[in-house]
């Protein structure tokens, strides 16, 4: 289905929930079950009507969704650091992962040991530890609360929906969340192309 024609539900507590095609999110408007949050610039057409499809609708009622915790990948290193080296703060388009304590000292590849690290940063420390290097880290790393946008949103909706999962932001830092899913745009597009 076309990605205009998708709908972001979002739980009670305006939290998201999943993506749903235009033609589930309608029944659940119109069996009263949801309402609209946002419109969108789409619309279905039938014999006797025009009915805009909506972007982001909210469910009636809480939907008590267990906690699964992130799958690893570097783009979701990337994502949860928005594209922003952790040891310089400087954005970078085309980042790469770090190893706090360097995988040839037994370090684990995971949420609480890799950060996302620009070129000059990540050859200055090496193989090296934080003490060996008198480097430091902006941010203690952590595993994210939540990356349903990872698996299953691309960039573009993500940045038409970050509103919904950056609801902490400020208007300055989703500006800075906006050019990193711009970036990773960019880079997917030359990429394919």
């Known amino acids: 289905m076309d990605s205009d024609k998708s709908v972001l539900l979002l739980n009670t507590t ?30 279905i057409r039938t014999v006797r009507a025009q009915v805009k499809i909506p972007s982001v609708i909210q469910i009636v009622y809480y939907v008590r969704k267990p906690y699964i915790a992130p799958k690893f990948s570097k783009r979701a290193v990337f994502m949860r650091d ?6 310089c703060g400087k954005h970078v388009p085309k980042p790469t992962i770090d190893h706090i304590i360097p995988s040839s000292k037994f370090g684990k590849t995971n949420w609480y040991n890799v950060v996302t690290a620009c070129h000059t940063c990540n050859n200055k420390k090496g193989d090296r530890t934080l003490k060996e290097t008198n480097m430091r880290l902006i941010k203690e790393p952590h595993e994210p609360k939540f990356l349903v946008y990872s698996a ?42």
């Open 14 to 43: 305006f939290e998201p929930l999943t993506v749903v095609p235009a033609r589930r999110a309608l029944k659940l408007l119109f069996s009263k079950k949801a309402h609209s949050v946002e419109d969108g610039n789409t619309y």
């Open 152 to 193: 299953v949103i691309s960039p573009a909706r993500v940045k038409k929906w970050e509103k919904y999962f950056y609801p902490e932001l400020r208007d300055s830092e989703r500006e800075i969340v906006s050019t990193a899913i711009n970036s990773s745009m960019i880079l997917g597009e030359e990429v394919a192309g």
């Open 82 to 87: 928005n594209y922003n080296c952790q040891y």
